[in-house]
């Protein structure tokens, strides 16, 4: 970290990526540089390099804010979207942050590079505390602190944090999706005006942006320079993409409260949720930073991810201890190590339309309790798991009828009935503590190593009782709080998050889950692209990947074991298969490619992902490459036909000064004797000539895909 003390510079480097910090006349920081390492800059540099940014005016010294903060200020010019909005009895809503004394800089164990800024508006009774870290990896993020000092309320509207990206990043790539079809990229040029993603269903959205993208025109995942920013946080939010009329360009991203959500008593504060941000060259490198920070995060998953046999598409609500036994032991017969009960253990669950809420085992399925069931798989060498979806309540259910204010409610009626459920309002003390307490009682009963916490329902008209003020705020902090709860009491307890397929994958539920579950979607074709995208944001360890029965059961298309397997070999591989419907040649073959998965399970799960960008994109190429270089594992599908064929596909991310032999892997034994000689017989190639010439690859019919693993020799 370089200080030039005449300016209060800071320059902030690591992996690549530098931040230029300006800190003059009592303002918030100012962002003057986010992206390519410039290298080392003495003081006399970074004053200059401030002064060149100035920008010239037009027929008015307001036509151009040359002072945006990442916190943007109606104050200092600024005409769009302020960092703050709120007011106090109509007052105070442009405020204007002096700075109160020095930044404060450190630089922790880790390497992280740490700065805090202290501000303050006098006239406008308001304090502020910005937060701004540069993880070793180079990612970076940043919060706000925002306190009431006046003896009046002050109600947020609004706390936005926003970065500036140059000129040449003129295009934008964000996500959108639906049920069981999340993960859908869209592009658009970066217009003036606004391009702002919002969601206002309580959690983070099936249709999330994921990733909010801009960069120079035409990047891909390996060229073209990109910046990206990303919201921490589980509930409602907002990111977005602003070009003012003279060409400034801000990615910036906060919570979206609702009008009256946050109201702050004198002393009290509003803390925004992190917003994480990372440049690099393609969106690969931009994934990597992200990677890199979820990796190191202390809660991060030490031990082998245990492949995970699910129940739900194998009996759905038809549950028996004879059938889950039966399951159980061709679970472990192919290779599980984790079995999960879903949906339909509880009280009166013979549906979806009863009973969320009474989370009591049912006596009319289990008579003897789960025991019976959790001996036999922990017997068999697999841990236990558990469904739950402690965030909802069903109308009908004792929960229901002993507490109808414990259930959000906007305005003195009830919210419109969705999934014959209604959303348990955890903002509410005694609805917190009766969720915790059956919640501890079942992991205090049983051997449960893992909970299935789903979310199916949003959370609209979303009014905490009795007066209907807006809750989805409060209630997102109460469920990270009940997380938090439940792991420090059972330390070895693992969590995935499921929010009806893919909904509340965020680094907001990621600090306390290990694993999310992509997309209620596990057709491989569909799951290519659900999987390509969530990897963009979160390592393949942590993302729940299942292999599913011939037929889908939410497309009904059918393929082969291997396209279902290769496309779930990436990920925290599991089984959603009514394995006891399946023939010998398919456990047999199910079992071959189990046992692949974990003998390269290291190297899938740190490895660094690389996605190749070809030329013709109905063939896609994804990898996985080994921290050293080492050796690489690569996949190739052809998503459709191709007009030309595949003809040569590259390898990115080796070493190009280094040698690999190069195989094509079957295990599954059909790929067929029909494939060029290097494919069965393995080639030897300089790591430049894999990447830049490529291979030929195989022929390959739509809906089918091949492996390729590379290893320096």
């Not at 100035?54 to 036509?63: E, I, K, Q, V």
């Not at 009908?396 to 999934?419: I, N, Q, T, Y």
Request: with cysteine; aromatic share 8%; proline share 6%.
């Amino acid at each position: 970290m370089t200080d030039d003390t005449s300016l209060r510079h800071l320059h902030l480097r690591a992996a690549g990526t530098s931040v230029v910090l300006e800190l003059a006349d009592d303002l918030l920081p100012v962002v003057r540089h986010w992206g390519k390492d410039l290298g080392d800059l003495t003081g006399a540099d970074l004053t200059d390099l401030s002064t060149a940014a100035r920008a010239l005016h037009g027929d008015s010294p307001f036509d151009v804010a040359d002072r945006v903060t990442v916190l943007p200020e109606h104050a200092l010019a600024w005409t769009g979207r302020p960092g703050v909005e709120g007011s106090r009895s109509g007052r105070d809503w442009s405020p204007a942050f002096r700075t109160t004394g020095p930044p404060e800089t450190s630089t922790g164990p880790d390497g992280t590079q740490r700065v805090v800024v202290r501000a303050g508006d006098v006239t406008a009774y308001l304090g502020m505390v910005l937060e701004l870290e540069l993880h070793p990896g180079g990612l970076l993020r940043l919060r706000a602190t925002l306190t009431n000092e006046g003896e009046e309320p002050y109600v947020v509207g609004a706390v936005r944090l926003a970065l500036p990206v140059p000129e040449r990043a003129g295009e934008l790539l964000d996500l959108t999706g639906r049920h069981t079809f999340e993960r859908i990229p869209q592009r658009t040029p970066f217009n003036a005006g606004v391009h702002s993603r919002e969601v206002r269903t309580g959690r983070t959205g099936l249709d999330s942006y994921h990733l909010m993208c801009a960069g120079e025109p035409g990047f891909g995942f390996r060229d073209g320079q990109v910046w990206a920013v990303h919201l921490g946080w589980s509930g409602n939010q907002q990111s977005y993409a602003e070009r003012l009329s003279n060409g400034a360009r801000l990615l910036g991203s906060g919570e979206a409260l609702e009008h009256g959500e946050v109201r702050l008593a004198r002393g009290d504060s509003y803390r925004t949720p992190w917003v994480y941000a990372a440049h690099g060259t393609g969106v690969d490198e931009v994934t990597g930073r992200f990677h890199a920070w979820l990796r190191s995060r202390p809660h991060a998953p030490a031990r082998p991810r245990p492949v995970t046999l699910n129940t739900w598409e194998a009996v759905y609500f038809d549950q028996s201890l004879e059938r889950l036994t039966a399951l159980a032991d061709l679970g472990a017969q192919v290779g599980a190590e984790r079995f999960v009960l879903d949906d339909g253990w509880f009280a009166g669950r013979r549906d979806d339309t009863t009973s969320l809420g009474d989370w009591e085992v049912s006596r009319e399925v289990w008579p003897d309790g789960l025991t019976p069931l959790v001996e036999h798989v922990r017997g068999l060498g697999m841990e236990f798991g558990l469904w739950v979806e402690p965030e909802m309540v069903s109308l009908d259910s004792d929960l229901a009828r002993a507490h109808p204010e414990w259930l959000f409610s906007a305005g003195g009626r009830r919210g419109l009935d969705s999934r014959q459920q209604q959303v348990l309002d955890l903002a509410h003390p005694g609805a917190y503590a009766h969720v915790r307490d059956r919640l501890a009682a079942l992991l205090d009963t049983y051997d449960i190593a893992y909970l299935k916490w789903d979310h199916n329902r949003y959370l609209n008209d979303a009014g905490h009782t009795p007066g209907g003020e807006p809750g989805v705020h409060a209630h997102t902090l109460a469920v990270y709080r009940l997380m938090d709860e439940l792991r420090a009491a059972s330390p070895d307890l693992e969590i995935e998050s499921c929010a009806g397929g893919g909904g509340r994958v965020d680094l907001g539920v990621l600090d306390r889950c290990v694993r999310v579950w992509a997309s209620d979607c596990i057709d491989p074709l569909e799951r290519q692209q659900i999987q390509r995208w969530t990897f963009a944001l979160v390592p393949p360890a942590w993302v729940g990947t299942h292999v599913g029965s011939p037929r889908s059961h939410t497309t009904g298309r059918r393929h082969d074991l291997s396209f279902r397997a290769q496309t779930a070999l990436w990920g925290h591989i599991g089984i959603e298969w009514d394995l006891t419907a399946a023939t010998s040649e398919e456990l047999d073959g199910l079992a071959r490619w189990v046992a692949f998965h974990k003998t390269h399970r290291t190297l899938l799960h740190t490895g660094t992902v690389v996605n190749g960008d070809h030329h013709d994109d109905a063939t896609w190429v994804q990898g996985v490459v080994a921290p050293d270089r080492s050796e690489a594992l690569y996949g190739v599908v052809a998503v459709r036909r191709a007009i030309s064929g595949p003809g040569r596909v590259r390898l990115p991310g080796l070493a190009t000064d280094r040698r690999y032999r190069v195989h094509v892997p079957d295990p599954g034994g059909d790929v067929g004797p029909a494939v060029p000689p290097w494919a069965r017989e393995g080639v030897t190639l300089p790591g430049v000539v894999l990447a830049e010439h490529g291979l030929p690859m195989l022929p390959l019919l739509p809906e089918h895909g091949h492996l390729v693993h590379a290893q320096e020799v």
